[in-house]
């Protein structure tokens, strides 16, 4: 089963928000900045993300429309130090960079899906 730290956060379903983005948006923010560098000047920091929240609760429901497949999970105690919400503010990277996510959370729950299928055992090591 999964385990699901905290249920009576102050959120809509109780569970905690974040911000979960797509491997591949990963990747096209890191171009972007590589792009643009010969247009920054000093050192810069840029936030990763959606600016859009999902819960613990709404992750998993997505990952079983994407697997068609139920997932167990249990409600445990919430985690010390956990906060209820958190997620990036993107408006730096879109202002400078132009750089904003391309794909939501259903997309993001299909692709890691369909690379889990592709990969059970992950990556080899062996070259």
Known sequence: H???FGDDYDT???TCI???IHVVDV???HIAALENFHKLQGFNIYNLGTSKGTSVLELIENFEKATDIKINYKLGPPREGD???VFANTEKIYNELGFATKYDIAQMCKDTWNWQKMNPNGYSLQS
């Open 83 to 85: 906060l209820p919400v």
């Open 27 to 29: 990747a096209r923010g």
């Open 2 to 4: 999964f385990t699901v």
């Open 18 to 20: 974040r911000d979960y």
């Open 12 to 14: 809509p379903d109780g």
